[in-house]
């Protein structure tokens, strides 16, 4: 394994590499001065974990502590673990992070696994696995989704994952055909990446202002099989790019990001929906996914591929069938227009407009910080182990904003902003 790896980092530009690193500390993370830094990674993106942590440094990290995930090791867990293992998690290091939060540490997550590394593997065994690894994670988890602390994740072009976006090529050009997309969605193929960011995020502010002063009841989603009317939350608040943090840090937690993106009422949700790109899903692609929701809960379900999976993720809890999620995202989107296929969620869903499955984000509600759980659920926020976005926007969709007095306007029209 070590040649090919060796090949492949070589066809990862290292301006551009460093260029990313200094964007996730300075601009998707703003990492403060004696701030901690838990990282984690997988094994193949130590060439960027080292760059990162340099800068986490530069900036004054207090301490910077990494976790590595490798794929060959995850794979032979599914080969030889016995069946008890499946249902269980490493408790201790969930309880750790969540610690390591509570206590003012920033998070930071690689992406890049390969998606399709346990395609082969038992579902049964897979869900298992992560219904275990949820609920150990969920205390850690609520610290980033409530958006306590300050939190990113970026990408690293890992060769596996390479492979499965070009499949035609030999894995160096893979790598590095990978690489320059990751780069170009990241905003770090430009001369001042930070200034880029700052006007991006100032565009995504004036969409989201423009939302949030509508004050609307619904959007209506129409376009080939959808015919959709999602309720937005009573007291809902757009958001999009660099947001603030509870501890008062304004970071951009996705790297890429081109939605901006708010809570939908979990009873409040009417009519069919066809899914408009495949979904990747923890080693399955589930594609061409149709559903009907009844009062905001799903009461079809059916996918050209992958439905068994399907059925099981809306099985998972009872929020696990309603929505968490919706987010706009124009059809021009530079991740959209590169016409690739990432089968990783963090890119594709800002390909394209996308609803998803279960967890809302506390932090689009109005005074967000402030609310109860108990307030969240009664303006409406769905809670549930999952959240999984899936695309249903595309050049052929429109969109109308519909006003609690039933008045509408145009929000999108063939995948544009109107
Ligand atoms: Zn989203
Ligand atoms: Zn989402």
């Known amino acids: 394994m070590n040649a090919p790896l060796q090949s492949a980092h070589a066809a990862v530009d290292p301006a551009k590499l460093e260029k990313l690193a200094e964007v996730a500390i300075k601009v998707g993370l703003q990492l403060r001065r004696g701030q901690d830094l838990v990282m984690t990674a997988p094994i193949a993106a130590l060439p960027l974990v080292r760059l990162i942590t340099g800068h986490a440094y530069m900036a004054g990290a207090g301490l910077v502590t990494t976790f590595y995930t490798d794929e060959e090791a995850t794979l032979a867990r599914y080969a030889h673990a016995p069946d008890e293992s499946f249902d269980r998690a490493s408790d201790w290091l969930y309880e750790g992070m969540a610690k390591a939060f509570a206590n003012g540490a920033a998070r930071l997550a690689i992406a890049g696994d390969n998606p399709m590394l346990l395609s082969d593997q038992d579902p049964q ?53 990978l690489a320059n997309a990751i780069f170009a969605a990241s905003r ?12 991006h995020n100032a565009d995504l502010r004036r969409r989201s202002t423009w939302l ?14 959808t015919d959709l009317t999602v309720g937005l939350a009573d007291g809902h608040e757009w958001h999009g790019g660099a947001s603030t943090a509870k501890n008062g840090i304004t970071c951009n937690p996705n790297i890429p990001t081109e939605e901006v993106f708010t809570t939908p009422h979990a009873l409040r949700v009417e009519g069919h929906v066809r899914s408009t790109k495949p979904l990747s899903h923890q080693g399955t692609l589930i594609d061409d996914i149709q559903v ?50 990432f089968y990783n969620t963090l890119f594709d869903e800002n390909a394209s407009c996308h609803i998803a499955l279960g967890q809302c984000y506390s932090k689009c509600f109005l005074n967000g ?22 695309m249903i926007g595309s050049g052929e969709v429109d969109i109308d904003g519909v006003r609690a007095d039933d008045s509408r306007v145009p929000v999108m029209r063939k995948g544009e902003w109107a």
Request: aromatic share 6%; net charge negative; glycine share 6%.
């Open 188 to 199: 770090v193929d430009v001369d001042d990446p930070i200034a880029a960011w700052e006007k």
């Open 292 to 341: 009907r929701f009844e009062a905001g809960r799903i009461v079809e379900a059916r996918a050209s591929r992958g439905e068994e999976v399907l059925k099981k993720v809306l099985d998972t809890d009872d929020g696990a069938r309603r929505l968490g999620e919706v987010a706009l995202v124009p059809h021009s989107s530079p991740i959209s227009a590169s016409g690739i296929l």
């Open 212 to 225: 949030n002063e509508e004050r609307l009841a619904a959007l209506h989603f129409t376009g080939p099989g």
């Open 369 to 390: 910080a402030s609310l109860s759980d108990e307030q969240i659920r009664a303006q409406g926020g769905n809670s549930s182990l999952i959240h999984i976005d899936w």
């Open 125 to 177: 065994k897979v869900a298992r696995a992560n219904r275990a690894n949820s609920k150990a994670y969920k205390p850690a988890l609520a610290k980033i989704s409530n958006f306590d602390i300050n939190w990113n994740i970026v990408s690293y072009p890992n060769p596996s994952w390479a492979r499965q976006v070009f499949p035609d090529h030999p894995e160096a050009v893979a790598v590095e055909k």
